[in-house]
């Protein structure tokens, strides 16, 4: 089975929003919700500061706690590559895999299920990329098979330094940003 | 500098998580009070109290029901999907606190009937001679009512328990993260039953005795506090800033003043004196400890929400 993930690089990433859009156009997130957004993390001492411009969705964790923690079994591991999915006639609307998340990546769909980012698998499945990369002006998202070490995203987590976020979480986020 | 900023701005999520409110805290304090009712309960029938016909035993169960039924009216209340409720009962699953919760949910019901039919009211006595029949049996063998004393301990026990293991399983919120966390929701059970069950109880010598209960159990919550605080306190960065929030955060008034000093040490003193015949008993006491009881929930609730991973970034 493939393992999806992403590869971010935080140095062509401008913050343009665009993924955002796109994802919400998408997948017709309702107003008021984002499955993916834009996060500006800033270090230093003025003068000598230093930004991190990030899109950042959903991990896809190879761990995912909000899976583990579903009382109706709604939160799943899809066969496709591994994404983390919900089944919305499954949801109970309890919200446990929302205290679960370490990163607030999900939320309540104004019809009461959990919702979250699925790495558009409507799209993936019929070999095209996610809505988000595919959009992107700067080309600094990839997307693909990390178990591959022929994939692009494996390459170049292979040739660039890179992290995840709150790797300490112990949750094994499938994105990673290139530094 | 070190500041993180993101356009993210989600319902329930941001600035940080508020999915659950007042229906939740009310839902574990119920839990709570009446697992500490099926143990008191469980242990009055195992110890043979209930040949006492004033034994608290024989009404228990009955608020019992009533306020579990109330836990579970709130806990509906905070489903964002309540249509699908009954999903929680097509499945079991195993890694899932709040799935072990929804079944044993399910066992306290059958449980505390069985300690309702040990005296049946009259009326109902008079009423429905195929529920007589089986109190008649329930109450035939020693060996019964002992077996029903201890089901009923054990579902109690399973109960309380569960109230915190449902919060300390979520590793991403660092305030709930402790082993301790059952520990204390179990004893503060206990604590808010025996002072509910001292208030309404109609034998003198079972007052006392649910008295003395109590204080052991206020004794011992207010140690587990202590240990709760010295774990967090020893033990990472975003553990040690989640539980800053209690000790000197913004909740630290309220955590401070509802939950330890009115909700344990000032009822603890005051039962304490009752207890050594140095005032009479009143409901003073007993009437903080249950509050006290509801707001340790409702603050560990609003507070661990506010918990989060991100204080580990900013090293």
Redesign the interface.
Known sequence: MARYGMVIDTLKCVGCMDCVVACKTENEVPIGYNRDWISYETTGKFPSLHQEIRSERCNQCDNPPCVYCCPCGASHISETGGIVLVYEDKCSGCKACMAACPYGARYIHPEGFASKCTFCIHRVETGELPACVSVCPTYCMSFGDLDDPQSDVSKLLASRSNHSLIPEAGTKPQIYYLT | ??????????????PH?H??GWEIGVYLFLGGIVAGMMIISGFFIFTGRAKNPKCSCFWIPSIALIAISFGMGALFL?????L??W??Y??F?W?????W??WILLLVYPVLIANMLLKLPEFIQNRFSFLKKISDTLNSKDSTMRMIGVISMVVGGFLGMYTGVLLS?????PLWNSSMLWILFLTSGLSSAAAFIHMAAHDVEERRMLAKADNTFLMFEFVVIILLIVGHLSS?LVHIESIKMLISGAYAPVFWVFVVGFGILIPLIIQLAAVNNKIRYTAIAPVMVIIGGLILRLVIVSAG?AS???T??FK
């Open positions: 500098m070190h500041e993180l900023v993101n356009t993210r701005h989600n319902l329930q999520i941001d998580l999915i659950w905070d489903l964002e999907h309540k699908y409720v999903r929680m097509t499945t699953q890694q899932s606190p709040m799935s919760g929804a399983a979520f590793g991403a919120r990472d929400q989060n991973w991100s580990s970034v």
